[in-house]
């Protein structure tokens, strides 16, 4: 449920699979190239929740709005505790829209890494 057929390689961290240098041709390679150079309009991120109470409060399961220094960003695709840590683990997608028109812009590491994130648990 995390990635699916729409979700490409450039977007969840897994680029270095893609042997672009190699010369070999394949259905949507000229797709990725182009994502290579551009960039992604949105990214596949793992979130560990700080200030969650795994006794009193509610879990995450999927589908919770993910907001960006007080920004809806997206939403999680899935979530698990994490004994070795001893918290909730969070995946999802981060996108970069424009306050002011909704559109869609790069969604860099730069963006990624200086968010401050809330994630709303029902």
């Not at 793992?46 to 409060?57: G, K, P, S, V, Y």
């Not at 683990?89 to 730069?110: A, H, I, K, W, Y």
Request: glycine letters at 8%; one cysteine or more; charged letters at 30%.
């Amino acid at each position: 449920q995390d990635l699916d057929a729409f979700t490409t390689p450039m977007e969840c961290g897994r680029e270095f699979r893609v042997k672009l240098d190699k010369g070999m041709d394949f259905i949507g390679r000229d797709a990725l190239m182009a994502q290579k150079q551009e960039g992604v309009y949105k990214r596949f991120t793992m979130f560990i929740l700080e200030d969650h109470n795994t006794d009193l409060d509610l879990w995450p399961w999927w589908g919770e709005p993910i907001y960006r220094n007080g920004s809806y960003v997206g939403k999680t695709t899935s979530s698990a505790y994490s004994y070795t840590l001893e918290r909730h683990v969070c995946l999802g997608f981060v996108q970069n829209l424009d306050p002011e028109t909704s559109e869609e812009q790069l969604v860099t590491p730069d963006f990624v890494n200086r968010g401050e994130y809330e994630i709303d648990i029902a």
